[in-house]
């Protein structure tokens, strides 16, 4: 695996995150990563990239939903340790302090 983690393994730095990194790191979460799952980790870096800050739950909901009709708990249908404990960590953001679920 790339990039240093904190205790809770989140990655220290985002711009360490890889693809084989997401894997390794759902695979350890017991969790395969399906071409949805894909969709929301892809939207995330990408937002990521664009605002320098990772996007609130709502953005990666909305995001479902417009590209492929998801109902809004879709997201953590995909991640049902949550999305600042298994969505986050897997797309590669470092730790969130508080966080809204949308």
């Known amino acids: 695996m790339a990039g240093e983690v904190d205790a809770d393994g989140y990655l ?11 894997i390794a790191t759902a695979r350890a979460a017991q969790l395969e990563l399906t071409p949805e799952h894909w969709a929301a980790i892809r939207f995330m870096r990408a937002f990521l990239e664009l605002h320098q800050v990772a996007p609130d739950a709502r953005f990666v909901m909305r995001h479902l939903s417009e590209t492929s009709g998801a109902p809004r708990n879709r997201l953590f249908e ?7 404990g298994q969505a986050c960590k897997i797309a590669g953001m470092r730790r969130p302090r508080a966080w809204s679920t949308g």
């Open 78 to 84: 995909l991640f049902p340790y949550g999305y600042p």
């Open 12 to 22: 220290v730095d985002p711009a360490d995150w890889t693809e084989e990194w997401a």
